[in-house]
């Protein structure tokens, strides 16, 4: 199956500044991007995907970048709030299946 | 309103007790999937379903089954739970006939097994 690492798995910013998770897989055959966001006891919710077809995608703060070549994609969070506190997690999915990232704990500090 | 159910959200059970974890969605979504999530590992897919009678293993499928008579429902079971099957899981589904699309989740069911 597709080997999905990310990183860094903990993240710790101060309110304002900018947060960047890297997300690298295994298999060239994926096609597809998500990021999803999971609050403390919550479910996780898509926050951000792109497609393969595209190399960058912005909502308002929340951005993702995906470099094919070197299979890699990341998410960018500009001017972070004590709201964006959670766990993310990249899952790119691999001929109808998704293998989730382990997850980056990201806390920002007001 | 849109949503994704579990039943039930706690169920704590012993060794070899068979359950059955119930999924269902009411926005006609082909694709409907089960995960389980561990401490330090992530989201794991256990199996997941393209359509009606279409159901296919996922990651982690050892000591589950998974039916899809209905489009609107994807049972979990466990025919004999084990203590390492204590974990939370999720339902999830999405529209379409692949996986390419966002994926909506239920709120979780937090099974114990003692």
């Known amino acids: 199956g597709e080997n999905v690492e990310q990183h860094p798995s903990t993240l710790s910013v101060q309110e304002g500044d900018s947060a960047v998770i890297k997300c690298t897989y295994s298999d060239s055959a994926s096609n597809y991007f998500p990021w999803y966001k999971q609050e403390l006891g919550k479910r996780p919710q898509l926050i951000i995907d792109?497609?393969?077809?595209?190399g960058e995608k912005k909502d308002q703060r929340i951005a993702v970048t995906l470099n094919k070549t070197a299979k890699h994609f990341s998410l960018h969070i500009t001017e972070t709030q004590p709201e964006d506190s959670a766990v993310y997690f990249c899952a790119p999915d691999n001929f109808n299946k998704f293998y989730f990232g382990s997850g980056t704990k990201l806390n920002v500090k007001p | 309103e849109a949503q994704v159910t579990q039943n039930p959200r706690y169920l704590i059970t012993v060794t070899g007790k068979k359950l059955t974890v119930t999924c269902s969605q009411n926005?006609?979504?082909?694709?409907m999937s089960w995960y389980r999530q561990d401490p330090g590992l992530g989201l794991r897919q256990i199996y997941y379903s393209m359509n009606v009678e279409v159901t296919d293993k996922g990651d982690v499928p050892e000591g589950y089954k998974v039916s899809r008579k209905e489009k609107r429902n994807f049972p979990l079971i466990l025919e004999s739970p084990s203590p390492n099957q204590t974990s939370l899981y999720f339902c999830?589904?999405?529209?379409?006939?692949?996986?390419?699309?966002?994926?909506?989740f239920g709120p979780g069911t937090r099974l114990t097994v003692l």
């Open positions: 792109i497609r393969s077809n595209v």
């Open positions: 926005m006609n979504h082909e694709y």
């Open positions: 999830a589904s999405s529209l379409g006939l692949a996986g390419d699309n966002e994926q909506f």
